[in-house]
Nanobody, 123 residues
Framework: QVQLVESGGGLVQAGGSLRLSCAAS????????MGWFRQAPGKEREFVAA????????YYADSVQGRFTISRDIAKNTEYLQMNRVKPEDTAVYYC????????????????WGQGTQVTVSS
C-alpha cells in the first residue's frame, strides 16, 4: 500500500521560512514526478512545484519561483519543499503527490496523494 505522509506545516510570520517533508512508503518512484500542490479556502487546488525522481529536474509555479525549492532524498524516499520569504497568500493546505507521467502541473494526472499539511502565514 502506497502512502505519502506530509509533515512540517504550521504557523509562520510573513518573510519567514518553513520546510515541508513528504515521506513515501510502499514503493519507490523511479520515473515519477513528485509534486506539491496547495489549496486555500474557497479556491481550487493549484500546482506549486514538482521534481522528477530520476534526474531531479524541477519545475515551479510562477508565484513561488525564486522563493520555494523542491528537492528529494532518494535514500529516504522523501521529498521536501523549502519555503522561504513566505507571504500571507501562501496560506493553504499543502499536499504532496506522485505522478507517473509528463503532466507534472495537472493534479488530475497524479496517482497518489498525501493527507495534506496546513501552512498559515501571518502578516
Amino acid at each position: 500500500q502506497v502512502q505519502l505522509v506530509e509533515s512540517g506545516g504550521g504557523l509562520v510570520q510573513a518573510g519567514g521560512s518553513l520546510r515541508l517533508s513528504c515521506a513515501a512508503s510502499g514503493r519507490t518512484f523511479p520515473g515519477y514526478a513528485m509534486g506539491w500542490f496547495r489549496q486555500a479556502p474557497g479556491k481550487e487546488r493549484e500546482f506549486v512545484a514538482a521534481i522528477y525522481w530520476s534526474g531531479g529536474r524541477t519545475y515551479y509555479a510562477d508565484s513561488v519561483q525564486g522563493r520555494f525549492t523542491i528537492s528529494r532524498d532518494i535514500a529516504k524516499n522523501t521529498e521536501y519543499l523549502q519555503m522561504n520569504r513566505v507571504k500571507p497568500e501562501d496560506t493553504a493546505v499543502y499536499y504532496c503527490a506522485a505522478n507517473n507521467g509528463p503532466d507534472y502541473s495537472d493534479s488530475k494526472r497524479y496517482d497518489y496523494w498525501g493527507q495534506g499539511t496546513q501552512v498559515t502565514v501571518s502578516s
